[in-house]
């Protein structure tokens, strides 16, 4: 870890940002277990991938959760998926990749990839977002972070949603802005309040190729 002018710190090439978060999901589990939260949004059973050149985001804060969907595309059973949300109140992302492997019974392996932002002038640009993350890998630059902040006094980043599976006194870290380059992640959801995507691409195939990485 080095520090950088105006109050900037960098961590190269990290997966899910910050060990404890992947603490606080453990105990937001336990906490579900016990009855102290209620599970309220439900995801698919497929996790996707995305990738960007450049997330450059302002107001972020993250902290531990878990995710209750299906353990499959059956989705005759649930299950549980601790998560790393990370929240902004602003974002601009730049090549941003998405995709979505899926079998099908009797056609085959199916890829799903959308592709946006393609250049400096053309970026996604989002509010209030938020991605449930399973795993990242990125370099990061953060401006002004406070690292051990309890969930309910974070004071950037949009506010945690009501009916989120989170522990209120749980650990959080959260910061001024936020710079990631070569990101490569694995989510459950992103759930935004506006999402632009500028120069969107989709398409099907069946070709491993088309997965984002």
Known sequence: MESQVRGGTRWKRFAVVMVPSVVATAAVGIG??????????SVSGQDFKVTAQHLEGWGFAQYG????????????????????ISSFDRAEITKMCQSVKTKIPGIGTIYLRLDAGPNEKNKV?????????AQLEADATFTNIDIGVAVKDKTRGPAVKQGENVLPGGFAQQAEKVDLYGVKQTAWATTAGTFKLSGLKMRLGADPKMECY
């Open 125 to 133: 640009e989002a509010k209030n977002l938020y991605i449930d993350v």
């Open 65 to 84: 959760g878990i995710d209750t969907g299906y353990s499959s595309t059956a989705g005759d059973e649930k299950t549980q998926h601790p998560v790393a």
């Open 32 to 41: 579900l277990a016990q009855g102290a939260l209620a599970a309220s949004f």
